[in-house]
């Protein structure tokens, strides 16, 4: 097996992955390193990945120009963690429903969830009907409800794992021992599936990290609600966003005279990449396997 | 006669009610999901009415007067319609190739790899996945920001070249948005090609290799035969979305920038800027029904295609 040829193809793949790699990372090093850099040398050299001089004032001017970052990041911590048990506790009870053919209605029911993946209405109706109907502009109901809580990609894949790795004898048996529907479910189902349970709470917590958009649609006047995906698009358009929203008298001697307006966006992105590059190892495994599962569907 | 039909019925009434009482517990664990997905899903589309309605938003959606086609009519004649809709189909359309070319290229050496460093180079390539839209914007700007951007002030620099106004010329953009569109999708794309691969038996290489095929050879007429069934079921259900694209991308990456609208502008992007920026919601709603209706039928197509080439990967 190893012959020359095989030696020429591991070298010519190791080349080629190696370089892929480097893209996927370069990027993030560059935000990394920018984030470290003293603020007048970014604007003497522009980005770079080997600073001349370092500095962690964008880091401190962040946390100490007032709440908004802190807070955004409190807010976005929130919503995952209330959006993930949301997302679970709306998916997988309906998941399982779904996966018993006999209950009567199941063709039905399937269509129900089916439909929503082929047709829907879009922003407009959507958003109509979010703020006239619920009133969930500007609170915290805007960020955690509309899109993100399940979707039929979800409950369909939930549903298959409940169908094709469940054996159903188990499930039959503890029914005719008397235990009730509500009972197999917690004590049978329920354990047996947390591999699925991970891989979608996985897909919802990262659905939830990153959203912006329901922020950026349905939140528009109380900008305490921000997640950091919200503030980083936020300043975007207006680094002065920071300070300008800053109440805190206390700490006006950070004031804006002293805004590292370079380095801090770049001081920003890196805080709202950190967490997901954090659970990135371990939630890896889960979040590959999901892929696969949903693959072609996906 | 009479009388056993009679009994028949009342025996299915009762089989009925059983199942209907069995099937009650089930009703109730479907019930969030249930009610979540009519508030989502099913109670907007009453709403799609906004694009036949000249809208009084005192009136509200419902007691605003009908304009019949008037909406449509003023999109499609616009450049707008045309523009949108070309972009639109385009990138999806550069999209689909570019991803199914890399995608299996990667796979293939993913597959192929002896080292132990497969599972890094893998876990490397998918983390631009994990990244938000708003972040790969930070990314980008920290490459092409035309004051402090690293290719401003690094690569030209050392070229010896003007600074390039990144942000303003739209020559660049098709193949900047490409860019980032594959960098960010291709390990989400290549885990699914890779486990198609992986599941090809390995006796086939080994008879391969005994009959003295190359690597190469064992490549062309083992594993892309066997991944064409999967290749066509990737590209059949990306058609069947082609009428939809990636609104962070096209709306964060370019940092909504009026001078490149040409080229970033897609249906979602529209949509958007009508709705929330433009204050012409009934525009954008007649765009979003144009979306709903050709999006709906291109995949119900694309399924039924899909259906009959392999049941088990159709939608339905």
């Known amino acids: 097996m190893n012959t020359k040829e095989e030696r020429t193809f591991q070298t010519f793949s190791h080349i080629i992955l190696v370089l892929l790699s480097l893209m996927a990372l370069l990027p993030m090093i560059l935000l990394f390193m920018s984030s470290i850099t003293d603020d007048t040398t970014l604007i003497k050299n522009g980005y770079s990945f080997f600073p001349e001089k370092f500095s962690l004032y964008a880091y401190e001017y962040v946390f100490k120009t007032g709440p908004a970052v802190p807070q955004a990041y409190l807010i976005s911590f929130i919503l995952t963690f209330c959006g993930v048990l949301l997302s679970l506790f709306v998916t997988t009870p309906m998941a399982y429903a779904l996966s018993k053919k006999y209950v009567v209605g199941h063709g039905f029911l399937n269509f129900y969830v089916f439909f929503t993946m082929l047709f829907n209405g879009g922003l407009v109706p959507t958003y109509m009907n979010y703020t006239n109907v619920f009133g969930i502009k500007n609170t915290f109901f805007g960020l955690l409800i509309p899109g993100l809580v399940t979707n039929g990609m979800y409950i369909m894949l939930m549903k298959s794992y409940f169908v094709s790795s469940i054996p159903g004898e188990i499930m039959e048996a503890a029914r005719i021992d008397g235990a009730s529907e509500f009972a197999v479910f917690r004590t049978i189902a329920i354990p047996l599936a947390k591999p699925i349970i991970t891989t979608i709470g996985l897909f919802a917590g990262i659905g939830y990290w990153n959203d912006w958009q329901n922020g950026y649609v349905y939140i528009t006047k109380r900008t305490e609600l921000y997640s950091i995906q919200n503030l980083l698009n936020r300043m975007v358009q207006n680094i002065q966003f920071l300070s300008a929203n800053s109440h805190n008298i206390a700490q006006a001697d950070v004031g804006l005279a002293s805004i590292p307006t370079v380095s801090i966006r770049m001081s920003m992105a890196v805080l709202g990449i950190l967490p997901m590059l954090l659970i990135y190892p371990f939630a890896q495994k889960a979040f590959v396997k999901g892929i696969t599962l949903g693959g072609v569907k996906g | ?316």
């Not at chain 2, 004051?147 to 600074?163: A, P, Q, S």
């Not at chain 2, 083992?222 to 096209?250: C, E, H, N, Q, V």
């Not at chain 2, 080229?263 to 009934?282: A, Q, S």
């Open chain 2, 1 to 316: 006669m009479k009388q056993t039909t009679e009994v028949d019925t009342a025996r299915k009434k009762a089989k009925f009610k059983k199942a209907l009482l069995g099937s009650i517990p089930f009703y109730l664990m479907a019930l969030p999901g249930i009610i979540y997905l009519f508030i989502n899903n099913y109670m907007p589309l009453p709403g799609l009415v906004l694009a036949f309605k000249n809208y009084n938003a005192k009136k509200g959606i419902y007691g605003s007067e009908w304009a019949g086609l008037k909406n449509f009519k003023y999109l499609f004649a616009t450049n707008d319609a045309f523009i949108i809709t070309r972009n639109t189909l385009l990138y999806n359309f550069v999209f689909i190739i570019v991803n199914t070319v890399f995608a299996i290229f990667v796979a293939i050496l993913l597959a192929e790899m002896r080292s132990k460093m497969k599972n890094a180079y893998q876990s490397l390539i998918l983390m631009p996945y994990m990244v938000s839209m708003v972040i790969v914007s930070y990314l980008v700007f920290a490459f092409l920001s035309t004051e402090n951007g690293f290719l401003n002030n690094t690569v030209i620099r050392l070229l010896g070249k003007e600074k390039i106004s990144w942000y303003m010329e739209k020559k660049y953009w098709p193949f900047i948005l490409v860019f980032v569109h594959v960098w960010k999708v291709i390990g989400y794309n290549c885990i699914i090609y890779l486990s198609t691969i992986l599941g090809i038996d390995r006796t086939y290489y080994e008879a391969a290799a005994i009959d003295g095929a190359g690597k190469i050879r064992q490549i062309t007429k083992i594993t892309l035969p066997l991944l064409k069934p999967t290749i066509i079921m990737m590209t059949l259900l990306a058609i069947g979305r082609i009428f939809y694209s990636d609104f962070g991308l096209f709306y964060q990456v370019p940092q909504n920038q009026g001078a490149l609208f040409s080229v970033t502008n897609t249906i979602d992007t529209y949509v958007y800027r009508g709705l929330l920026e433009l204050g012409k919601p009934t525009l954008s709603a007649a765009a979003g029904v144009y979306q709903s209706l050709v999006g709906f039928v291109l995949i119900v197509v694309s399924n039924l295609v899909v259906r009959k080439i392999d049941k088990d990967s159709a939608l339905f």
